[in-house]
């Protein structure tokens, strides 16, 4: 079909949270309010796509009224509002749930058995009480209880220097890790596989679709890969993940929310 006679394609956002369209230290999305009420208003599909776990970015999307479907823990599940898409498949709390990631108590007892093994000082969030991963990352008491409810994955710190010998037992035993603003240890899963699957999906019900990825930090590395225009945020230091080079990426000159706002609005005006 000749590309002047082409139907538009359907703008999709998918986006990371922490870092990205939340404040890497308050998560405040305040400086992203003028893209979020864009993208409402224009009916833009606003999909989730973290490491964090599904009754946290449940909380994200009550305060931004945000009913798409949504990718927890680094691609662990999607989770798709019953009817949504016309499918059938397992189904758990009002959602259609594709579950990618291993068990959670399985990552658990793999991680604790292979620093037992190499005596490496490893913590996972299974390890701390909620005050203690709310004294780690920031959060309150009742945030850091939602992020220990977790499926698919486990995040984890060294209680020394980061130890290599770790990431290569990983890897010998067939699992992978990734970081975001922590190690984290999972099967074989990762957010760009999860967001194929979602844009099959929008395709089958939409015809042809345009998807915007938006992250800034390794563990979004695979789904800045499988989207058409990637955005690569610019984090509190003032620099861009180093380890994040991929062709047509957009670098935002932007912290956080401020740069997530930066480069939906562009998009948007350019598409217009």
């Known amino acids: 079909m000749d590309k002047r006679t082409a139907p538009p394609r359907r703008l999709i ?21 003028p893209a979020l009420d864009l993208i409402r208003d224009r009916g833009i599909p606003l999909v989730f796509c973290s490491s964090k776990t599904r009754p946290e970015i449940e909380v994200y999307r009550q305060r931004l009224n945000n009913g798409h479907p949504f990718i927890s823990e680094n691609g662990g599940g999607i989770y798709i509002p019953e009817g949504y898409f016309p499918m059938h498949g397992s189904r758990k709390g009002g959602y259609d749930v594709i579950a990618l990631g291993s068990p959670y108590e399985e990552i658990r007892k793999r991680l604790i058995a292979m620093r037992d093994r190499l005596g490496i000082a490893v913590r996972g969030f299974g390890d701390m009480s909620a005050e203690e991963v709310a004294s780690l990352t920031g959060l309150t008491i009742e945030e850091a209880r939602l992020a220990k409810q977790r499926d698919f994955e486990e995040p984890f710190v060294f209680s020394n220097e980061p ?44 015809g042809p ?23 690569l945020v610019k984090k509190e230091s003032g620099m861009h993940d180093a380890r994040i080079d991929i062709p047509g990426l957009v670098r935002t000159e932007g912290i956080g929310p401020a740069g997530w706002n930066e480069a939906v609005m562009s998009v948007i005006s350019e598409l217009s």
């Open 13 to 33: 956002i998918v986006t990371d949270l922490d870092g990205t369209l939340l404040h890497p230290r308050t998560y405040s999305y305040e400086e992203a309010l």
């Open 163 to 206: 130890d290599d010998r770790f990431f290569s037992e990983i890897e010998r035993e067939k699992l992978r890790w990734t970081q975001g603003r922590f190690f984290h240890l999972m099967g074989d899963h990762h957010k760009g596989r999860t967001v194929h699957i979602l844009r099959r999906l929008y395709e089958r019900r939409d």
């Open 209 to 231: 679709v345009m998807t915007i990825g938006l992250g800034d930090s390794l563990n979004d590395l695979p789904f800045l890969f499988a989207v058409d225009r990637p955005v």
